[in-house]
């Protein structure tokens, strides 16, 4: 039998909007990295990789690296955090439940401005969690995968796709102990998820009424990346609005669109149980 665990969050305006906090029944849910160089970063700086969840937007890989919202000052507003850019206004509250922390977002910008989104949240795991999705759910990869997989890569190709959990033979749903390789994949068509470690699970259900694509993104790096200096272990699990990691290579009907009214909205739930 399985109980549910009310889950608290705290949030860093100053520094990127940045989820610091995600903790549920004693245990904190988010891994971090410390790393000074996150209270010197500007606009346009490559990214700080500080852990926690990172609001990606308007795209994850690309220019701007890891989006434009992680650089900039978020301030508190409406019992929420807001970001204020060139492009656009994001709106983000929280609100705690018994049965889930839920995260409201409302992103003002022009009619018909495109975006990725992703809450990139990184996770304090043991190396037996598992990541449960449903089978056959089509998976892309990228031409960093490359050499992990059965077959060679398609010339030119963006991504190639294959079924959840093992596309293209490459087994994901598994962590394990650092093996040196550092993957990241995009679970499509996807709205929920859920993280197994030990008695306890962390489900992430995303929610919005807009046509848009909604994924599940996951960075399983174990132990390799960064590619120069020094490499350490990162799992990311990050609900997403778009199919792809690079606004810039999204196809139509790869990112989200703001419709004609100018206002995005969409809704993450995040909920934890833990077995008796």
Do not use: Q
């Amino acid at each position: 039998m399985a109980i549910d665990v009310p889950l608290s969050a705290v949030t860093d305006p100053a520094a990127g909007g940045r989820w610091t906090s995600l903790h549920g029944g004693g245990r904190e849910w988010l891994w971090h990295r410390p790393d000074l160089a996150r209270f010197t970063v500007r606009p346009g700086d490559a990214f700080v990789d500080a852990g926690g969840i990172e609001e990606c937007v308007p795209t994850v890989r690309g220019v701007p690296d890891h989006g434009d919202a992680w650089s900039r000052r978020w301030t508190r507003a409406d019992g929420g955090d807001e970001l204020r850019h060139p492009d656009f206004v994001l709106r983000r509250s929280l609100r705690s439940a018994p049965r889930a922390l839920t995260a409201s977002y409302v992103l003002s910008a022009a009619p018909g401005y495109r975006l990725i989104w992703t809450a990139h949240a990184l996770l304090d795991l043991t190396e037996a969690a598992r990541i449960r999705a449903p089978e056959g759910t089509f998976t892309r990869l990228f031409p960093d995968s490359a050499p992990l997989l059965d077959r060679p890569w398609p010339d030119e190709a963006p991504h190639v796709s294959g079924a959840w959990p093992a596309p293209y033979a490459l087994r994901l749903d598994h962590f394990g102990p650092d093996d040196g390789t550092a993957v990241a994949a995009v679970l499509t068509d996807c709205p929920k998820v859920t993280v197994a470690d030990g008695a306890d699970r962390l489900t992430f259900t995303l929610r919005t009424e807009e046509d848009v694509p909604v994924s599940v993104a996951l960075w399983r790096n174990l132990g390799g990346y960064p590619r120069t200096g020094t490499p350490y272990r990162s799992i990311g699990v990050e609900p997403m609005l778009g199919s792809v990691l690079d606004l810039d290579r999204a196809a139509p009907g790869e990112a989200a669109v703001v419709p004609a009214g100018g206002e995005l909205r969409w809704e993450l739930d995040i909920s934890m149980t833990r077995a008796e």
